[in-house]
């Protein structure tokens, strides 16, 4: 089985930061792509920030230049830096990864639990 653990959200201010960690642990052989996706209230879930194996980003129109993806393979863990907040950064965010529990097995995608930002004075 494979758990993924984020951590990191909070209240913050207009203007502050916050870093988001995922960690994934279990029966793991490799991990392709990571992401993060955000959900606010009465809102679709969207894609914020995704990273490749080999360290390629892209982002959301909405938070280049304030958010940086990066991962950690070692420690299986996917970061996200939120700098710059704003109001409409308010949200329930999710990691996702592509893992492989062993050779030869396809990769699945799994989510994490979610962790509340709020971003308010």
């Known amino acids: 089985q494979v758990q993924l653990v984020e951590s990191g959200g909070g209240l913050v201010q207009p203007g502050g930061s916050l870093r988001l960690s995922c960690v994934a642990s279990?029966?793991?052989?490799?991990?392709?792509?990571m992401g993060w996706y955000r959900q606010a209230p009465g809102k679709q879930r969207e894609v914020v920030a995704a990273?490749?194996?080999?360290?390629?980003?892209n982002y959301a129109d909405s938070v280049k230049g304030r958010f940086t993806i990066s991962r950690d393979n070692a420690k299986n863990t996917v970061y996200l830096q939120m700098n710059s907040l704003k109001a409409e950064d308010t949200a329930v965010y999710y990691c996702n990864q592509r893992i492989r529990i062993r050779w030869g097995e396809p990769f699945y995608t799994y989510w994490g639990q979610g962790t509340q930002v709020t971003v308010s004075s």
């Open positions: 279990g029966s793991i052989f490799s991990i392709n792509a």
């Open positions: 990273i490749t194996s080999g360290g390629s980003t």
